[in-house]
């Protein structure tokens, strides 16, 4: 836990990474002990501040596998989920950890239909849980679930309760995902100016806003953000990783230390182990992110890279792709030709450009560089260049 702890020293910003606990959770979801080790690993490796672990109180292989995780020793915090109450707490004590996250609804509506109980008896249970928690020098993150829907006056209140019992930050949680970036910068600033509290953003993506929101938050100075590997999470899933880091490097510049260049790495082990494959165009880590068709582009980035790229495809792990298709340009096929020992005239380029162009659009789709050879070979055949299209092979 080191990491963490001199995240908490230096007041930078820190990510805490739920893959393990709100990852899970995505429905059809589930890690076997080894891959929750090894996921573990690969996040502390990376940088992570702090690893959201797992529910203890779940008890059997869970529970087991958050001991086991503990006695890594890693550099990030170990942190365990639990319900407001101090029979989790136990399970959490039981497996070391050394922080915790305690979750109670604080929206009327969940605790209307939910809980089915008063605000008064959340605010008491909390309490008491938090109380507990504090005796045992735990790190606590009090979780106000579905913050986003909460009256403002009654988060508060439970915000300074929560500090008052010994809590070291609030997670406020957009439990379904209603916030957007304005929204969201307004209220935790309102938060922070009426509780001096440390917050963490705990969004989700139902309106494709996760990460946007998480930024925003951290904006209006939340100073931690509450991440997953690939974005998994319940429904539409979680803030990714990934995509917070790089664009809190990028566009923020804040460069939190993270090795970014085991992202694709990381993000593919994970991809696996969740069933979720990675799409072609996921932000950041897809493989599409760095691969360039049209003319213009691909010319562009074999002149200059940053002309097309925001930073360079090594710097996640990937690399950089000229796709030859319907949109390619004369200096992409010159330079896929170089590939192969050929160099091609201006005239040479512009007669298989023309020709990989009706063949792209017949196939609906872009080449595979043995297809663009058989385009080669026929050219050559039908110009008198050689013989016979019978070459060995
Ligand atoms: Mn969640």
Request: charged share 25%; net charge negative; proline share 2%.
């Amino acid at each position: 836990m080191k990491r963490f702890q001199e995240g908490l020293d230096n007041k930078v910003p820190m990510l805490v990474d739920t893959t393990l606990r709100d990852g899970e959770q995505t429905a059809g979801v589930v890690f076997s002990n080894r891959e929750k080790l090894r996921i573990a690993k690969m996040l502390d490796n990376l940088g992570v501040h702090q690893i959201e672990a797992g529910i203890p109180v779940m008890g059997g292989d869970e529970k087991e596998v958050i001991k086991e995780i503990v006695s890594y020793k890693l550099q990030a915090s170990i942190m365990a989920w639990n319900r407001a109450n101090i029979e989790d707490i136990k399970h959490s004590l039981d497996c070391n950890v050394d922080a915790v996250a305690i979750s109670i609804s604080t929206s009327d509506i969940h605790i209307a239909h939910k809980l089915r109980t008063s605000r008064e008896w959340v605010l008491k249970n909390m309490v008491k849980a938090v109380e507990f928690a504090s005796k045992h020098n735990l790190y606590i993150s009090v979780n106000a679930e579905d913050a986003s829907r909460s009256d403002l006056d009654f988060l508060v209140e439970f915000a300074k309760q929560a500090q008052a019992a010994g809590a070291n930050r609030l997670r406020f949680c957009d439990t379904i995902g209603v916030l957007e970036p304005f929204k969201t910068y307004e209220v935790i600033s309102s938060l922070i100016d009426k509780t001096g509290m440390d917050i963490e953003m705990h969004t989700h993506n139902d309106f494709g806003m996760a990460t946007a929101n998480a930024l925003a938050g951290l904006k209006a100075g939340a100073s931690f953000i509450g991440v997953t590997v690939n974005g998994l999470g319940e429904r539409a899933g979680n803030a990714a990783l990934e995509e917070v880091a790089m664009a809190l490097k990028h566009l923020f510049g804040v460069n939190l230390g993270v090795n970014t260049r085991d992202f694709r790495n990381l993000c593919e082990y994970v991809a696996r182990a969740s069933g979720r494959q990675l799409y072609p165009s996921k932000p950041i880590v897809g493989t599409n992110t760095f691969a360039h068709e049209s003319g213009i582009h691909a010319d562009g980035v074999l002149k200059h890279p940053a002309t097309y790229e925001v930073y360079s495809p090594e710097e996640v792990g990937l690399e950089r792709q000229i796709v030859i298709g319907k949109h390619s340009g004369s200096s992409a096929i010159k330079m896929k030709f170089v590939e192969y020992g050929i160099d091609l005239s201006d005239e040479e380029a512009a007669d298989l450009l023309s020709a990989v162009r009706s063949v792209t659009v017949d196939m609906k789709r872009t080449l595979f560089d043995k297809e663009l050879m058989y385009i080669y070979e026929d050219y050559l055949y039908e110009k008198k260049l050689v013989p016979s299209l019978d070459k060995s092979e």
